[in-house]
């Protein structure tokens, strides 16, 4: 599975949008890109997923970029319940996700 | 609320003992997965179960065993502990379709700690 690499902190204002860049620009064409985030002493929780189109669910939208090489994560209207560590993560079809050491979103009042 | 449910939340051992961590799957998922979390890291894959068997295995001793029941509920074992087997231990269950795994879904985890 190809490794992804996200910055280690960001900050959102309340009800802006949060966008949350992952690089993995040793994508290969199988893979695909996953999102979960962690609340500070809870299990991870699934966001989105996607291949190569961008994805929309309750939660967030998934932008990929047309090489692959990129995707950011957004959150439409931030709330301070949005306050968490979040993991992109590039899983084939192997049975494990590496989680690396994701983004600490903090939204600010 | 993910439908998965782990015991114990919070344990405390100490160096040499034994630990078994339970965890009952999402109503309807076939596969379980174990994860370490050490603090400040991102959890990190032990192994997986499908169909009680183990399929496939990350970077860990022997010492960390697992079963997986008929009624897809599992367990993590580990023997001998270490010092840094202290950590948050997470169960994962999903479906896994046509060969490929499906998102996971989290419990809220056994947090180990081992003096």
């Known amino acids: 599975d190809a490794k992804t690499t996200q910055p280690p902190s960001m900050d959102c204002a309340e009800g802006r949008a949060a966008n949350l860049p992952c690089n993995h620009s040793t994508i290969s064409g199988n893979e695909y890109v996953y999102w979960y985030r962690q609340i500070h002493s809870q299990g991870p929780q699934y966001i989105i997923h996607g291949l190569k189109n961008n994805e929309t669910n309750e939660m967030a939208s998934l932008i990929i970029t047309e090489d692959r090489k990129s995707s950011t994560l957004i959150l439409p209207h931030a709330t301070l319940r949005d306050t968490a560590v979040y993991y992109c993560?590039?899983?084939?079809?192997?049975?494990?996700?590496?989680f690396g050491t994701g983004t600490s979103l903090t939204v600010i009042p | 609320e993910t439908g998965v449910t782990q015991s114990p939340t919070h344990l405390i051992k100490t160096r040499g003992q034994q630990v078994t961590l339970r965890c009952s799957s999402q109503?309807?998922?076939?596969?379980v997965s174990w994860y370490q979390q050490a603090l400040g890291q991102g959890p990190q894959f032990i192994f997986q179960?499908?169909?009680?068997?183990?399929?496939g295995r990350g970077n860990f001793p022997p010492r960390f065993s697992g079963l997986q029941f008929p009624n897809y509920s599992s367990e993590l074992n580990v023997n001998a502990l270490e010092l840094d087997d202290s950590a948050l231990y997470l169960c994962?269950?999903?479906?896994?379709?046509?060969?490929?795994?499906?998102?996971?879904?989290f419990g809220e985890g056994s947090r180990l700690t081992v003096l």
């Open positions: 179960y499908y169909r009680e068997e183990e399929n």
């Open positions: 994962a269950s999903s479906r896994l379709v046509d060969r490929r795994p499906g998102e996971l879904f």
């Open positions: 993560i590039v899983k084939g079809t192997g049975n494990q996700f590496y």
């Open positions: 109503s309807g998922h076939n596969t």
